[in-house]
């Protein structure tokens, strides 16, 4: 399955932040390129990497090796894989490494791993020494289109996701699309759902492109490497424009509020990928515009066709059937939206749309249709 490894010319992405700017490095074979990058960036700097257990035994020992190749000293931290790492236990066992590794201003942490590892790592670097800089080493689809850009570091609170964080920019992101090859297919596949979300939002094109193309997408071409570009591409103008989500940056929630209700519903069991909860969710706010009459129906049902070609799952009831699990009442999906922190002042903000391509904000959609749309949506197969 793992291609051979070719350090050829990388698509770099420019995140224009004024002075916190950064490039988003992407290719096969340019982890190879990290140490020499940061050495450039911030010359006699230390570095510590921060990864899980699964991607440290996979791919630690590469990343050392870019690093220690520069001449910069290696510290690591290794947490448990999975969400659960995302919480003040794990968070302080990172920090207390990164002091112990005396790793002071001026420094690097490295977050190498999924979305995890990079919110948990990225937060980690905006506390500790009341700020370090830090650099996105992304292995995962999700990380390297979404989770890694943009400066949102988190972890979790009893209370709900992301509850606790900082806006953080990283000073590099390095996307290795080689690092994908060891990547679950399924895991794969969940990441995929944010990148057809890009076409989805404001790009027509390249989601009839990804319909075309994205066999070779997941068999890790330059098909793989592009798609990736393109996502990047457009989440960096995004923040590049709305840094800290006052409005446009909204947009990147599209699927996100039925999603997310869809997600918790599945008690963020493994069972339900946030990537497939998103299909379902960006399903259906498609759905819910077309009632609305806001598209054509047929426009729904392409942004479906192509998410169950992938093997993504586009319809609730049998998605969690297929999983074990009872069907979530309208009424349930209702409270865990207001629960969500997209809802205010007891108005529903949805991401709807007027065609593919076409998405925008709607601050104050009705409680009662979205209601009503569900409980039909629900008793479908
Ligand atoms: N900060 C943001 O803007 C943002 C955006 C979207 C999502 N997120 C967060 O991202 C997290 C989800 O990220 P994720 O889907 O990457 O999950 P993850 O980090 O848990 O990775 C998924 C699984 O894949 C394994 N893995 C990672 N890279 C691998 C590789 N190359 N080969 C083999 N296995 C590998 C991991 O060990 C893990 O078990 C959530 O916590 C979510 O809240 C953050
Ligand atoms: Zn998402």
Redesign the pocket.
């Known amino acids: 399955m793992t291609k051979p490894v070719r350090a050829g010319d990388p698509i770099v992405v420019d995140v224009a932040l004024g002075e916190r700017s950064y490039d988003i490095v992407i290719g096969r074979g340019q982890l190879t390129s990290l140490g020499q990058r940061l050495a450039t960036l911030r010359p006699g700097a230390k570095a510590a990497v921060v990864s ?1 257990e ?2 440290a035994r ?2 630690l020992r590469a990343t050392e090796a870019a690093l220690a190749a520069a001449g910069i000293g290696v510290s690591s931290v290794t947490v448990p ?3 659960s790492s ?1 919480s003040f236990a794990v968070l302080e066992k990172v920090c207390e490494s990164l002091i112990a590794a005396r790793i002071e201003r001026g420094d690097l942490v490295v977050a190498l ?7 948990l790592a990225g937060f980690a670097a905006a506390v500790v020494r009341r700020g370090l800089d830090y650099v996105q080493v992304p ?2 689809l ?2 390297q289109v ?2 890694s850009v ?1 400066g ?2 988190a972890i979790d609170s009893g209370h709900g ?2 509850l606790v964080g900082a806006f953080h920019q990283p000073i590099l992101v390095v996307a290795d699309t080689a ?2 090859d ?3 297919a399924r ?1 794969f596949r ?2 995929y759902a944010e990148v057809a979300k890009y076409g989805l939002i404001a790009d027509a094109a390249f989601f009839t492109w990804l319909e075309a193309n994205w066999r070779d997408v997941f068999a890790g071409s330059a098909a793989r490497e592009h798609a990736i570009a393109v996502s990047c591409r457009m989440k960096a103008a995004i923040v590049g424009r709305d840094e800290r989500e006052t409005g446009e940056r909204a947009l990147l929630n599209l699927g996100h509020t039925f999603g997310h209700a869809l997600e918790a519903a599945a008690g963020f069991s493994g069972r339900l990928l ?1 990537g497939e909860a998103i299909s379902l969710g960006m399903v259906l706010a498609f759905e819910f515009s077309a009632r609305r009459g806001l598209l054509a129906a047929t426009d729904a049902a392409r942004v479906e066709r192509h998410l169950a070609a992938v093997g993504l799952p586009t319809r609730v009831a049998s998605t969690f059937a297929a999983i074990s699990l009872g069907v979530p009442t309208a009424d349930r999906l209702m409270e865990l939206m207001a629960q969500d922190k997209k809802v205010k002042r007891g108005k529903l903000t949805f991401i709807l749309v007027r065609g593919i391509g076409g998405s925008f904000i709607a601050p104050d959609v009705d409680a009662a249709e979205v209601r009503a749309f569900l409980v039909e949506k629900l008793a479908e197969q």
């Open positions: 899980d699964t991607v996979l791919h894989p999975g969400e995302k791993g999924g979305g995890v590892i990079g919110d292995t995962t999700l990380a979404d989770s943009g949102k570091t996701k992301n690092l994908l060891t990547l679950p895991e969940a990441g946030h």
